[in-house]
């Protein structure tokens, strides 16, 4: 079993940063994926950026060049910083991780771009 613990999401305004974090326990040496996803209401959860442990990176078009997705081993946790936030980034961003065996989620963090 594998366990995520999201945090860092808030209120910002448009323009503004945020750093997510996700920290993950339990069977960890099995990940070979990590990712965020987000979800607007009434929407499906889709893939904001991902990161392998070979270091290899994806990001979804809306988010090149804004967002970067970084990982430290030593702290078991994948950071997501986000910069030049928009209002239609508001969502509620998810911590997945996989293994060969299963798919992992965490609680989610609420994200708000607003003035």
């Known amino acids: 079993q594998v366990q995520l613990v999201e945090s860092g999401g808030g209120l910002v305004q448009p323009g503004g940063s945020l750093r997510l974090s996700c920290v993950a326990s339990?069977?960890?040496?099995?990940?070979?994926?990590m990712g965020w996803y987000r979800q607007a209401p009434g929407k499906q959860r889709d893939l904001v950026a991902s990161?392998?442990?070979?270091?290899?990176?994806n990001y979804a078009d809306s988010v090149k060049g804004r967002f970067t997705i970084s990982r430290d081993n030593t702290k078991n946790t994948v950071y997501l910083q986000m910069n030049s936030l928009k209002p239609e980034d508001t969502a509620v961003y998810y911590c997945?991780?996989?293994?060969?065996?299963?798919?992992?989620w965490g609680q989610g963090t609420q994200v708000t771009v607003s003035s």
């Open positions: 339990g069977s960890i040496s099995s990940i070979y994926y």
């Open positions: 990161i392998t442990s070979a270091g290899y990176t």
């Open positions: 997945n991780a996989r293994n060969v065996l299963n798919r992992y």
